[in-house]
């Protein structure tokens, strides 16, 4: 291998020494938050969800937070390969337009741009996502609670800084600020049970249905100041729902999901596990624990990724890096998107004969 490292738990590793890998040992399939840093997965997700899961006839549970939740209800639609290949393109061709004067886009003139493009790809294919009939949606959103409750330019600024503080001090203090909601596609007329235990943060579970569809994935997308907050989903807790990567970044949860092995297959663009967002600069909460024993991560090699344009995974920043050059921006993530059909082939060679050598500890 050479652009694809994997890494897995405890658990996970002693599962492929004994048995390997197939589709039915797979019970849940986290995607994280990211920005564009997810571009860099779309061909193993084509490889997945195209080629190598459809082998398999038993429920798996897709847990997404912002970017993560958009590929997952991308997943359910029919024909997912063409659907991922929209989605790639729509997303590398995406522009923040200037406002007056040249100044920054406002988080009103993003979050309606967003709305938009939302409607215009799953505009009347809601019910394919929501009665898929072996995946199970879990679209992460993080509710503000107390100051949090409504979006105001004091206000929030404020709640936000409250909430970063109380997370310094312990995870679970941040709950006095923000609530993880998780809105569940149906199964048999009821949400789905939901594939990880919540002990670790104040949770909720709401139905995803075809009213709070749209609503409540612009919420897990929509970046606190980057975009404007999605107010009163309908279905759920009336309040301020934001970015599903808040409360959890890469979805670091205590998995538990059947049937058989019931392991996570995490496509991620790192190797280390971040709690939430606000934990990104807590090296100490970046380690694995326990919660990851059953999961086995697929994520370029650091090395490799030094050879893509810029010598990184197409980033957030690249929207002020490349300012106004959109052909050289769309030049470059189309390169790297391109080279990440490396990492679905090596998967898919690895699949074959599957090495536990190879296999490092997550």
Known sequence: MRALRLYAG??????????????????????????PKGLILGALDRFLFGEWLPRTDHTIHLVGASIGAWRMATACLRSPVQA?????????????DTGAG????????????????????????????????????HIVTARGRHVLGREHRIGTPVGYLGAFL???????????????????APAQGTPCPLPFDTGDFPTRQVALTEA??????????SIPFLLQA??????????AYWDG?????HLHLRYACGPGPGLVLYPHFQKAVVP????????????????????????????????????????????????DDLPGRIRDWTAATSASAQLADEFAEWLERPDPARVEAL
């Open 10 to 35: 405890p658990a996970a590793r002693r599962h492929i020494e004994e048995h390997g890998l197939s589709p039915g040992d797979i019970g849940a399939l986290p995607a994280a938050a990211g920005g």
């Open 166 to 184: 109380s997370n310094v001090l312990h995870r679970k203090a941040m709950g006095a600020w923000l609530e993880r909601v998780v809105f569940s």
């Open 230 to 239: 999605v107010h009163d989903i309908p279905g759920a807790p009336r309040g």
């Open 276 to 323: 939430g967002w606000l934990d990104k600069g807590l090296k100490w909460r970046h380690r694995a624990t326990a919660s990851l024993d059953r999961m086995i991560v697929l994520a370029p090699d650091p090395e490799w990724v030094r050879k893509l344009p810029n010598g990184k995974l197409p980033d957030r920043g690249d929207f002020v890096r490349y300012a």
């Open 84 to 96: 991922f290949e929209r989605m790639e393109r729509d997303y590398i061709a995406q522009r923040l």
């Open 102 to 137: 040249g100044k920054a886009p406002t988080p009103a003139s993003i979050s309606r741009r967003f709305a938009e493009g939302l409607e215009a790809f799953y505009g009347g294919r809601i019910r394919e996502v929501l009665e898929h009939p072996r995946f199970r949606l």
């Open 245 to 249: 990567g808040i409360t959890d970044y």
């Open 212 to 221: 709070n569809f749209q609503p409540a994935l612009q919420a897990s997308c």
